[in-house]
């Protein structure tokens, strides 16, 4: 039988579904677009009551164009593989209409103004000298040289409505405040998921399950009795802040080190503010033998006091027009990274097909234009016959 989009469709049942993905971030409802080119119903089930509204809003809206990974070349040539096309392929959701400039501090910095210089030639990212009066804007004691760059912010809430419309577009079925808790194989080899709707449970069963859901991928997985993914969580705190007017159509990112980094956060009209130091509050890790926390509950009951005060004080020692920064408000998230990503700061993604059950796959970027990444092994899968 074939479903509404050409592509194979075995299950007919109201509550079977070729695939079930969880986790209605930006990450599962691109790959629930994605897996809609072949599969025939496809079910997004999101615990929040709207789309994108975790880590896929709370960020700090950076496009990545390579030049934030001199410690990991492979990440930065990814990201400038993929800056033209996410620019690209999500033109109305993307504000480029400032100047951003990258900066290398004389002291603790893993890079050199002359190293950052090769780096971006190497991954033919452009670089240019700023221009004298945005030099005049740093601390010369502290800062060795200043560069302009070309990347770009995106515009959280736009990426939601588009993602919206796509979904409805490609007739995707969507479960918000619905909390997948448990999977089970069955005999048929389907896959049961357990969901929890307002404190009502039910079932659906699926052919494929895609796990999308972050900083939680590991209580799903704990409580299907399959080991857990080792991952290292940080609670972040990025402060909104309403920048001076020198510095307001501007971003700035400090490398390489313990510093600081503004960029302009769209939706909201103000910048994010973010220091290395200060923006991770907490910290701790899972192994493969359990869920130790869970990131979300955590998030709820230990929301720590700001630390924009610490923020703005070291970042106002770099460009001291900083000190007249507004602080309205601060994002917080639990970021989730690979302990690979400390040694190197590299972004790469998480992709475990068939993990603990077959046609069980665990999905995470580390970045959102990592979303490529992840539908090219979706590809591969499919050219082997393997998802289908
Ligand atoms: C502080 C911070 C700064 C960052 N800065 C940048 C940046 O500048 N640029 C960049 O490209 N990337 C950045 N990132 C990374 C980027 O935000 C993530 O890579 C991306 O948003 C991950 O998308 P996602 O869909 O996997 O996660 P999410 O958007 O968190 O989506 C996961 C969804 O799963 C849902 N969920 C969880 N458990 C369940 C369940 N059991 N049942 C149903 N639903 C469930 C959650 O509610 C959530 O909506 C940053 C991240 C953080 C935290």
Redesign the pocket.
């Known amino acids: 039988m074939l479903g509404p989009h050409g592509g194979t469709h075995l299950l007919t049942g109201s509550s079977e579904y070729d695939a079930v993905v969880?986790?209605?971030?930006?990450?599962?409802?691109s790959l629930a677009l994605g897996l809609s080119r072949f599969l025939g119903r496809v079910l997004v089930?999101?615990?929040?009551p709207e789309?994108?509204?975790?880590?896929?809003?709370?960020?700090?809206?950076?496009?990545?164009n390579g030049y934030h990974y001199p410690r990991s070349l492979l990440t930065a040539l990814r990201s400038r593989v993929n800056f033209d096309r996410f620019v690209g392929d999500y033109a109305e959701c993307v504000v480029d209409g400032f100047d951003k400039y990258y900066a290398i501090a004389t002291t603790f910095s893993h890079v050199t103004a002359e190293q950052f210089r090769t780096f971006c030639s190497r991954i033919g990212a452009p670089l240019e000298p700023a221009p004298r009066d945005v030099r005049a804007l740093f601390n010369p004691a502290l800062i060795e040289d200043v560069f302009r760059v070309r990347e770009i912010a995106f515009d959280a809430v736009k990426l939601r409505q588009r993602t919206w419309r796509d979904l409805r577009a490609a007739g995707l079925e969507v479960r918000l405040n619905?909390?997948?808790?448990k999977l089970q194989a069955r005999a048929d080899e389907l896959i049961e998921v357990s969901l929890q709707d307002k404190g009502a449970g039910d079932q659906v069963v699926a052919r494929y399950v895609f796990n999308?859901?972050?900083?939680?991928l590991n209580?799903?997985l704990a409580n299907s009795n399959l080991p857990t993914l080792p991952l290292k969580y940080e609670l972040?705190e990025?402060a909104l802040v309403d920048m001076p007017a020198p510095l307001k159509d501007f971003g700035v990112t400090v490398m390489c080190g313990p510093f600081f980094s503004a960029?302009p956060f769209p939706s909201r009209g103000l910048h994010t503010l973010?220091h290395v130091r200060y923006?991770p509050h907490n910290y701790w890790f899972d192994g493969t033998d359990g869920c130790r926390i869970d990131a979300?509950h955590y998030l709820v009951n230990n929301l720590p006091d700001t630390r924009f005060e610490y923020m703005i004080r070291d970042a106002s020692r770099y460009m001291p027009a900083l000190r007249d920064a507004r602080h309205m408000d601060s994002?917080w998230?639990?970021?989730?990274v690979l302990p690979a990503s400390e040694v190197d700061d590299s972004r790469p993604i998480l992709f475990r097909w068939g993990h603990g059950l077959k046609n069980l796959v665990c999905?995470?970027?580390?970045?959102?234009?990592?979303i490529y990444d992840v539908l090219q092994e979706i590809d591969l899968l499919r050219g082997r016959g393997e998802l289908s």
């Open positions: 969880i986790g209605g971030g930006f990450f599962g409802c089930v999101e615990k929040e789309l994108l509204q975790r880590a896929s809003h709370s960020n700090q809206a950076r496009v990545h619905t909390e997948a808790v999308c859901t972050y900083a939680r209580p799903v972040t990025m960029m973010s923006t979300h994002l998230e639990v970021k989730t999905v995470m970027g580390g970045k959102i234009d990592n």
